[in-house]
C-alpha cells in the first residue's frame, strides 16, 4: 500500500520531543558494561543454526574536520597514518570472530561501511579492507554491499574502484547546498563535485543512491531548502533520508560552534519538513516511514509495499531477520537474542586486539517482553499496522490485557488521530506516519513513566 503522510502542524508541535529511532529494541542505552564473551559465543553458536545470513557492519570513525551538526561517534584528524593501525585492529578482530564460524557458517549478504567517514581510507586500504573480508566470509554475489561517501573526501575516479570491488549501494552526505548553511555548520561542499560523483556511481551500476539531507540547520530558510531539494531531484538518486537537527549541545561538543540564534524555530523548522514532503512526492517519490523516500521502483519501496520491509541499525533495510556482526569501534551488533557493542575509546580498542581478545565492551540479551515488544515496534514502524492475531500468537495474551498499563495513552495516539484501531488491530494513520516514534514510544517498557495519566476516551477495539 502506498503511503501518503499528512502534515499536521498542531500535532507535530504538541508531540515534538527527542525520542529513539527504534532501530533496535530496547535501544543502545539498555546495553550494559561488562557483558560476558562467553553470553556472545552462545548468542553466536545459536545463530549459526539458522538458515539465514550474516549482515557484517564496519565502522570507520575518522573525519578531517568537524560538522558542527553531527552527533555520530567520529575521530577529529588530519593525519592520514593514523588510519592503517585501526585497520590492523580489524582485520584482527575480523579472524578472531571468523574462528568461531563454522565451515559454510560464513555466509553474508549485506555489507555495510558508515562512520565518521569511510571515505577517508584511501583507495588501498579500502581495497585491503575487502580482500580481508572476502577472505574470511563467503559474500552473496547478489548481496548488497553499501558505504557512505563523503563527497569532500571523495572523487569520480574513488567511486568508480568501489564499484570494482562490489559496492553496489552508495549513501551520500549532503545535508544543505546553501553556502551560507554549510559555513554554519562547518562543511563547505561542492554541489558540482558531489553530483559528478553520484553520476559516476550510477554510470558504473550502483543499485541503489542515496542522499542524506538535513532540516532545522543553521541558517536554513524555505527558499533554500527548497533550492537543495530540487537539486537533489534532479539528480534522481533511488532513495533519500530527510532528517530533522536536534540541537543537544549539552550531549555533543560540537554543537556548541553553533549559534542558537540561526537555529530555525520549531515552526520554521516544520515548514521545511513539509516543503520536503511535498516536493519528494510531487517528484514521485514514494514516502517509506520516518524521514524516509525512496523511488517506486527502488527494493525499499517494493519491500514497503510488499510487507517485506525491515529495520536495523543503519535504518530501513530489505534484509530481514540478518544477525549483525560489528566491526570497529562502537560498533553495534546483533546476534540471536543479544546485541552487543565494541569499546569506544580507539586506543582501548587498539590494545585489546593486539592482545588478540575481542573488544566487546556491552551487551544485552532480550527478555521474552522485549522481543514482543520489539516485533511490535518493528511492524508499526516498517508496516504501519499491528494484527491482534499475530500479537496474541506472539504473546499468549490479549493486546488490552498486555498493555493495560498504557490503555490511557494508547487511547490518547487514538483520539489525537495518530492511530486508529478496530477489532482485527492497529493502524497507523496518515498523521501519525510523521509520529511514529510517539506512537511506538507508548509501547517502549524502558521509557520514562509520565508524571500524569488522563483517560480521554475508550478505545474503539
Same mark, same amino acid.
Given at each position: 500500500m502506498?503511503?501518503?503522510?499528512k502534515?499536521?502542524?498542531?500535532?507535530?508541535?504538541r508531540y515534538?520531543?527527542p525520542?529513539?529511532?527504534?532501530t533496535?529494541?530496547?535501544?543502545?542505552?539498555?546495553?550494559?558494561?561488562?557483558?560476558?564473551l562467553?553470553?556472545?559465543?552462545?548468542?553466536l553458536?545459536?545463530?549459526?543454526?539458522?538458515?539465514t545470513?550474516f549482515?557484517?557492519?564496519?565502522?570507520?570513525p575518522?573525519?578531517?574536520?568537524p560538522?558542527?551538526?553531527?552527533?555520530?561517534n567520529?575521530?577529529i584528524?588530519?593525519?592520514?597514518?593514523?588510519?592503517?593501525p585501526?585497520?590492523?585492529?580489524?582485520?584482527k578482530?575480523?579472524?578472531?570472530?571468523a574462528?568461531?564460524l563454522?565451515?559454510?557458517?560464513?555466509?553474508?549478504?549485506?555489507?555495510?561501511?558508515?562512520?565518521?567517514?569511510?571515505?577517508?581510507?584511501?583507495?588501498?586500504?579500502l581495497?585491503?579492507l575487502?580482500r580481508?573480508?572476502?577472505?574470511?566470509?563467503? @559474500?552473496?554475489?547478489?548481496?548488497?554491499?553499501?558505504?557512505?561517501?563523503?563527497p569532500?573526501?571523495?572523487?569520480?575516479?574513488l567511486?568508480?574502484?568501489?564499484?570494482?570491488?562490489?559496492?553496489n549501494?552508495m549513501?551520500?552526505?549532503?545535508?544543505?547546498?546553501?553556502?551560507?548553511?554549510?559555513?554554519a555548520?562547518?562543511?563547505?561542499?561542492?554541489a558540482?563535485?558531489?553530483?559528478?560523483?553520484?553520476?559516476?556511481?550510477?554510470?558504473?551500476?550502483?543499485?541503489s543512491?542515496n542522499v542524506?539531507?538535513?532540516?532545522g540547520?543553521?541558517?536554513?530558510?524555505?527558499n533554500?531548502?527548497?533550492?537543495?531539494?530540487?537539486?537533489?531531484?534532479?539528480?534522481r538518486?533511488?532513495?533519500?533520508?530527510?532528517?530533522?537537527y536536534?540541537?543537544?549541545?549539552?550531549?555533543?561538543k560540537?554543537?556548541?560552534?553553533?549559534?542558537?540564534?540561526?537555529?530555525?524555530?520549531?515552526?520554521?523548522?516544520?515548514?521545511?519538513?513539509?516543503?520536503?514532503?511535498?516536493?519528494? @512526492?510531487?517528484?514521485?517519490?514514494?514516502?517509506?516511514?520516518?524521514?524516509h523516500?525512496?523511488?517506486?521502483?527502488?527494493?525499499?519501496?517494493?519491500?514497503?509495499?510488499q510487507?517485506?520491509?525491515h529495520?536495523?541499525?543503519?535504518?530501513?533495510?530489505?534484509?530481514?531477520?540478518c544477525?549483525?556482526?560489528?566491526?570497529?569501534?562502537?560498533?553495534?551488533?546483533?546476534?540471536?537474542?543479544?546485541?552487543?557493542?565494541?569499546?569506544?575509546?580507539e586506543?582501548?580498542?587498539?590494545?585489546?586486539?593486539?592482545?588478540?581478545?575481542?573488544?566487546?565492551n556491552?551487551?544485552?540479551?532480550?527478555?521474552p517482553?522485549?522481543?514482543?515488544?520489539?516485533?511490535?515496534?518493528?511492524?508499526?514502524?516498517?508496516?504501519?499496522?499491528?494484527?491482534?492475531?499475530?500479537?496474541?500468537?506472539?504473546?499468549a495474551a490479549?493486546?488490552?490485557?498486555?498493555?493495560?498499563?498504557?490503555?490511557?495513552?494508547i487511547?490518547?495516539?487514538?483520539?489525537?488521530g495518530?492511530i486508529?484501531?478496530?477489532?482485527?488491530?492497529?493502524?497507523?494513520?496518515?498523521v501519525?506516519q510523521l509520529?511514529?516514534?510517539?506512537?511506538?514510544?507508548v509501547?517502549?517498557?524502558?521509557?520514562?513513566?509520565?508524571?500524569s495519566?488522563?483517560?480521554?476516551?475508550?478505545?474503539?477495539?
Amino acid at each position: 500500500m502506498k503511503l501518503s503522510p499528512k502534515y499536521d502542524k498542531e500535532l507535530l508541535h504538541r508531540y515534538d520531543r527527542p525520542l529513539p529511532r527504534y532501530t533496535s529494541y530496547p535501544t543502545a542505552v539498555k546495553f550494559e558494561e561488562g557483558f560476558r564473551l562467553e553470553d556472545w559465543r552462545k548468542g553466536l553458536g545459536e545463530s549459526i543454526q539458522k538458515p539465514t545470513p550474516f549482515s557484517l557492519y564496519f565502522h570507520i570513525p575518522f573525519c578531517r574536520s568537524p560538522c558542527f551538526y553531527c552527533a555520530c561517534n567520529r575521530i577529529i584528524t588530519r593525519d592520514s597514518s593514523r588510519s592503517q593501525p585501526y585497520l590492523e585492529a580489524i582485520y584482527k578482530e575480523i579472524e578472531l570472530v571468523a574462528r568461531q564460524l563454522p565451515a559454510g557458517g560464513r555466509n553474508v549478504s549485506q555489507v555495510h561501511f558508515g562512520g565518521g567517514t569511510p571515505t577517508f581510507l584511501s583507495s588501498v586500504q579500502l581495497e585491503e579492507l575487502w580482500r580481508t573480508i572476502n577472505r574470511h566470509f563467503e @559474500l552473496d554475489p547478489d548481496g548488497e554491499y553499501s558505504i557512505e561517501v563523503d563527497p569532500r573526501a571523495s572523487s569520480v575516479e574513488l567511486i568508480e574502484k568501489l564499484t570494482q570491488l562490489g559496492f553496489n549501494r552508495m549513501s551520500f552526505g549532503i545535508q544543505d547546498l546553501d553556502p551560507e548553511v554549510q559555513k554554519a555548520v562547518n562543511r563547505l561542499q561542492s554541489a558540482e563535485e558531489t553530483f559528478a560523483q553520484i553520476a559516476a556511481a550510477k554510470k558504473n551500476g550502483v543499485k541503489s543512491v542515496n542522499v542524506d539531507l538535513i532540516y532545522g540547520l543553521p541558517k536554513q530558510t524555505a527558499n533554500t531548502f527548497g533550492n537543495t531539494i530540487e537539486q537533489v531531484i534532479d539528480a534522481r538518486p533511488e532513495r533519500v533520508a530527510v532528517y530533522g537537527y536536534a540541537h543537544m549541545p549539552h550531549l555533543f561538543k560540537a554543537q556548541t560552534q553553533i549559534d542558537k540564534y540561526d537555529i530555525p524555530s520549531l515552526s520554521e523548522k516544520l515548514g521545511l519538513l513539509e516543503i520536503a514532503i511535498d516536493q519528494f @512526492l510531487a517528484a514521485g517519490y514514494e514516502y517509506i516511514g520516518l524521514d524516509h523516500f525512496a523511488l517506486p521502483d527502488d527494493e525499499l519501496a517494493i519491500a514497503r509495499r510488499q510487507n517485506t520491509l525491515h529495520r536495523n541499525f543503519q535504518g530501513y533495510s530489505t534484509q530481514k531477520e540478518c544477525d549483525m556482526l560489528g566491526f570497529g569501534v562502537t560498533a553495534i551488533g546483533k546476534i540471536g537474542d543479544i546485541f552487543y557493542q565494541n569499546l569506544k575509546s580507539e586506543k582501548d580498542y587498539l590494545d585489546c586486539l593486539k592482545g588478540e581478545q575481542l573488544p566487546i565492551n556491552k551487551g544485552y540479551r532480550m527478555t521474552p517482553d522485549d522481543k514482543i515488544r520489539g516485533q511490535l515496534i518493528m511492524s508499526l514502524m516498517c508496516h504501519g499496522r499491528l494484527e491482534f492475531d499475530d500479537f496474541e500468537s506472539l504473546s499468549a495474551a490479549k493486546f488490552t490485557d498486555y498493555f493495560s498499563d498504557v490503555i490511557d495513552d494508547i487511547a490518547t495516539l487514538e483520539y489525537d488521530g495518530l492511530i486508529e484501531t478496530d477489532s482485527h488491530g492497529v493502524t497507523v494513520t496518515p498523521v501519525g506516519q510523521l509520529l511514529l516514534r510517539n506512537i511506538c514510544h507508548v509501547f517502549d517498557e524502558y521509557r520514562k513513566p509520565r508524571e500524569s495519566k488522563t483517560r480521554i476516551h475508550a478505545l474503539s477495539i
